[in-house]
Nanobody, 124 residues
Framework: QVQLVEFGGGLVQAGGSLRLSCVVS????????MAWFRQAPGKEREFVAA???????YYVDSVKGRFTISRDNTKKTAYLQMNTLKPEDTAVYYC??????????????????WGQGTQVTVSS
């Protein structure tokens, strides 16, 4: 079983920055596609960003230029650097992965394993 643990969420003022981390168990992290999703209360889970095994990145339009997804294969960790945060970024952020290294789409069904989520709250 692949397990994912997210951390780094918290409370930040609008315009501030936060970095989320996702530590993944498994022997072949370098071949996994990693992604971040978020879900606000009463709203559908939304794709935020993904990174393939060769570090091609994908972002939802609303975070382009503000968020950066990255990975460290030695640490088996994916990151989401969030800059210029806005109140509308407030949500529970979830790390997800699939056991293939290439990106197949932004839908949640593309991903096999999920973390427990970490809360990000942006105050105005």
């Amino acid at each position: 079983q692949v397990q994912l643990v997210e951390f780094g969420g918290g409370l930040v003022q609008a315009g501030g920055s936060l970095r989320l981390s996702c530590v993944v168990s498994g022997r072949t992290f370098r071949t996994y596609t990693m992604a971040w999703f978020r879900q606000a209360p009463g709203k559908e889970r939304e794709f935020v960003a993904a990174i393939s095994a060769i570090s091609t990145t994908y972002y939802v339009d609303s975070v382009k230029g503000r968020f950066t997804i990255s990975r460290d294969n030695t640490k088996k960790t994916a990151y989401l650097q969030m800059n210029t945060l806005k109140p509308e970024d407030t949500a529970v952020y979830y790390c997800a992965t699939r056991s293939k290294g290439y990106y197949t789409g932004s839908g949640a069904a593309n991903y096999d394993y999920w973390g427990q989520g970490t809360q990000v709250t942006v105050s105005s």
